[in-house]
T-cell receptor
Framework: DSGVTQTPKHLITATGQRVTLRCSPR?????VYWYQQSLDQGLQFLIQ???????AKGNILERFSAQQFPDLHSELNLSSLELGDSALYFC??????????????FGEGSRLTVL | EDQVTQSPEALRLQEGESSSLNCSYT??????LFWYRQDPGKGPEFLFT???AGEEKEKERLKATLTKKESFLHITAPKPEDSATYLC?????????????FGKGTKLSVKP
């Protein structure tokens, strides 16, 4: 158990809809990262927050947004969903802004299926 | 653009049959190369960090090595419980801080 909690574990929705994925980082971790994993693309970095502030942005679509709240939990909002958004969405956390050791603690993911 | 390529995509071994997984990378100044293990339905789990060419790290039956252009994950006398997808990632000076670039992974199956 990594200590990172993600909900929901599974989500099935229709095209055009909006969903919110939730992540609680490990106790004491200030950074939260969101990754998307699909069969053809592998793990793709979406966005990072550190102590409530956006820190780094990767391949995140404009239809997607995220935030980190004062209690350090984070939410990833996906809107106007398309079939291609079906994927596993992982949240990870680390203590600092970046991690010199590369050690991120990943949750078990939220599997999104768009029909 | 920072890039990571892993080979082979899949590898089947018999228990006890040693082998190596490859991770080739291009990065604008390497800050670190990382290996993760991912079991089905789970998130990736950190294994090793390597910082410079010539460095080696070991953990049980796994040994990771690093050159200027690639890394190898050597698996000695594997057991069925070593079956998983092994992911390689890099972080460079050119990318955003915290932005690990992952390869697509090598899916390892070890048969008893």
């Amino acid at each position: 158990d990594s200590g990172v909690t993600q909900t929901p574990k599974h989500l099935i929705t229709a095209t055009g809809q909006r969903v919110t994925l939730r992540c609680s980082p490990r106790s004491g971790d200030l950074s939260v990262y969101w990754y998307q994993q699909s069969l053809d693309q592998g793990l793709q970095f979406l966005i990072q927050y550190y102590n409530g502030e956006e820190r780094a942005k990767g391949n995140i679509l404009e239809r997607f947004s995220a935030q980190q709240f004062p209690d350090l939990h984070s939410e990833l909002n996906l809107s106007s969903l398309e079939l291609g958004d079906s994927a596993l969405y992982f949240c990870a956390s680390s203590v600092g802004i970046g991690t010199s050791t590369g050690e991120l603690f990943f949750g078990e993911g939220s599997r999104l299926t768009v029909l | 653009e920072d890039q990571v390529t892993q080979s082979p995509e899949a590898l089947r071994l018999q228990e006890g049959e040693s082998s190596s997984l490859n991770c080739s990378y291009t990065v604008s100044g390497l800050r670190g190369l990382f290996w993760y293990r991912q079991d089905p339905g789970k998130g990736p789990e950190f294994l090793f960090t390597l910082y410079s060419a010539g460095e080696e790290k070991e953990k049980e039956r796994l040994k990771a090595t690093l050159t200027k252009k690639e890394s190898f994950l050597h698996i000695t006398a594997p057991k069925p419980e070593d079956s998983a997808t092994y992911l390689c990632a890099v972080r460079g000076y050119g990318g955003s801080q915290g932005n690990l670039i992952f390869g697509k992974g090598t899916k390892l199956s070890v048969k008893p």
